[in-house]
Each structure stands twice: as C-alpha cells, then as structure tokens.
C-alpha cells in the first residue's frame, strides 16, 4: 500500500460534455468548498461541447486562475479523467461530476479520510436525490438493495472497507503502481479502476463524512439506456479480468436470458410454459414485495404506483445490455457496439 504524505496541493478532476444548463452551479458550488489551508486547482476535461458550456468554462478559467480547462476529443469519461491526471500537480486526485451537489466540506473530508486510513480510495455513499416526481422515485429505488444489488456504496451509514465508492479521492501514486482509467470503457471504468485496487491488494474506503447528492436520470427512457450501457460494459470488465467483481452483476442477465429462453420454448414444451409462468409470478411477487417495503414509509407511499415499472426498468435494462454483451464482446468478438457507446447524458458517466 502506498504511505501518503501529508497532503498541501489537490487536484480536482471534472469530466464534461453539453452541461450548459449546470456548469455555472456546479463551479459556483466547487469554488466555495471549505478548503482550510489544501491548495486546489481544477481540472476541467470537456468532450468538445457545442451548447455553450465552453464559453461558460473559459469565462471562469479568466477570473478563477485555480481553473484550467482541457480538450477530450473521444468524449467519453475515461480519456478525459486520463487527461486530467496527466497533467494534474496535485498530490491528492479528486473526481467529481458536474450533475451532483457537494456538502461544503467534501474536499476537505475526502482529504482528511484518504490521510487517516491510509487507503488507496476513500469516497462518501452514492446518495441519490430527485427534484421530479419519477426522478424521485428512481432516486428511491436507487437506495434499496432491490436495484443495487446489496452494493455497499448505496448503504448511506457504511463505515469501512468496500469494494467500489461513488467517485473516487487517490493519492496520485496509486495510478503510477495500478494505471490510469481504461480508456476502451465507455461505463464502469470507476468499477474495473477500484477492481484494480483490490486486486493488487489495496484497500477501498466508505466514510459517512463524505457527503455528495447524485441526481439519477429523470425518465424510464433515459434509465433504461443508462443502465443498457453498465450491463454491456461490465461483460467486457469480466471478460478482461477473467471474474466478475460480484455475483450481483450476473443476476439481472441470467434472469432475463432465463425469460427469452423460456419463452421460447413455452409453445412447444408444457414444463417449458409452466416455468415461464413461475419466473414471471416469482418476480412479479418479488417487485412488488420490494416496491412495498420501500415505499413503507407514509412519507414515500406516493411513489409505491411507478416503484415496480422502476425497479423492472433497472433490472431488465442491465440484463439486456449484459446479454448484447456476451454477444458482442464473447461470441462475436467485436470491441463494442454504437448503440452502447453513446454518452446519454452530458459527461457524467454515474
């Protein structure tokens, strides 16, 4: 494990593409972090945008010196993270995204943690918020292990070691020992990085004190693509590692392959209808089961109508996008499909 220094320069690293409508907000927010004596630059990699968030950028670049904004022209989060880290001077690499909001104290804190534990990565809980009704409630089937899967980095009170956190705080050594972000992977490039970690020994950390608000997607269209796009990504993290990272990555595919199969097979096969029927009964009971426990609260009973299409949208999307996966990157060799390459929303890659 690498010994960390005590910190004095931080660089924050921030991928970007078409966020005109949140750039101004999320700087205002970043510049006003309460830095006691950390020394910040920040690093601003956009993926060419076209809708005016560049002139938003180079304006604060002229006022705000601490602000330096760099070109990525592949426009995926992973070439432009590598930019950044390339020419970061921070002994201390921070990510952070354009379409989450920050406790004032978060550089602080991820600094203060990455000291004391003396781990590789340190970030805060991914804590989803909403501002529509359906974000809100995708927002609240973020949280439950229904939609995660039981990943640690969704359990809001985790305190300790696990084996992914939402963004990510580094000593800048650790990408000399590991490597920077793999630059083929369009999503899950935090997962197979934090992989990496683990694999090479390190520890990966989870404190409360580091506290973010992420804003999911606002509609099932856009979640659905969303979550094509981590299913098809994460089989070529598998297949490049030779494990999946947990179990829980493979259960959204089998059960959907378990559905095309046996409902293919329910014409022509009595058992084959019977099973089908079991599965499709099993899940409906399982969903709603799920819906009702985490809409329980009289507070969020609003949301218990859309919380089965929602949990249905996060479960059936990933195992789709996991199957075209074991088509695309196991069977037919290829290095990945347009129609899961595509960024769906801004540069953010959540």
Known sequence: MIQIKPYNN????????????YIKSFLDSLLSQELDEIKLEVIIA?????????????????????????????GIVSTGLNAAIGIAQGEIIIRMDVHTEYAPDYIYQCCNILKETGADNVGGAWRAAGKTYLQKAIALAFQSPCSSGGAASHFLEKEGTVDSVYLGCWNKQIF?????????????????LNLRITRFGGRIWQS????????PRSSLRALFKQYCQYGY???????????????RHLIPGGFVASLIVLG???PFYDLGLWLFKLLVNLYIFANLTASL????????????????????????????????????????KKKGSNAFTTISRGGTCE
């Open 208 to 215: 409360r004190k580091i506290r973010s608000w992420y804003y």
């Open 264 to 266: 293919a097979l329910s």
């Open 10 to 21: 931080v660089s924050v690293i921030v991928p970007c593409l078409n966020e005109a409508n």
């Open 46 to 74: 956009d993926g060419m945008s076209n809708d005016g968030t560049r002139d938003v950028l180079e304006t604060y670049c002229k006022n705000h010196p601490e602000v330096r904004l760099i070109d990525n022209p592949a």
């Open 293 to 332: 426990v985490t809409c329980r609260k009289p507070s969020l009973f609003k949301f218990l109508p859309v919380m089965p299409v929602v949990f249905f949208t996060y479960h059936f999307a990933y195992g789709y996008g996991f199957l075209r996966g074991l088509l695309d990157f196991i069977l037919l």
């Open 233 to 247: 990504w994460k089989v070529r993290v598998i297949q490049k590692h030779k494990i999946p990272a947990a179990i």
């Open 176 to 192: 000399n020992k590991i490597g920077l972000f793999d630059p083929e992977l369009v999503r899950n490039q935090d997962d197979e």
